[in-house]
């Protein structure tokens, strides 16, 4: 999924927690409508991947980790 930068501008780092090498991190943006992404970024930062947008924080954090845990 490609999600343009200044789509999460504005959206600030809620949450994250380390998945092996990787990192998968809640934006939520608090000041406006509650709305985020989660995004899974490599140890450089680089954003590997970025969800759609949520209205739920929930279930956004919820699917961003059953995309990086592995399946049992």
Do not use: K
């Not at 990192?23 to 409508?33: K, P, Q």
């Not at 992404?37 to 929930?58: F, P």
């Amino acid at each position: 999924m490609h999600i343009e930068e200044n789509e999460v501008d504005g959206f600030e780092l809620s949450y994250s927690v380390q998945v092996d090498t990787q990192l998968l991190e809640l934006l939520v943006d608090e000041l406006e409508s509650g709305d985020c992404y989660w995004q899974l970024t490599n140890a450089c930062g680089q954003v590997l991947q970025r969800s759609n947008r949520y209205e739920d924080q929930a279930l956004c954090l919820r699917d961003g980790l059953n995309n990086v845990l592995p399946p049992r």
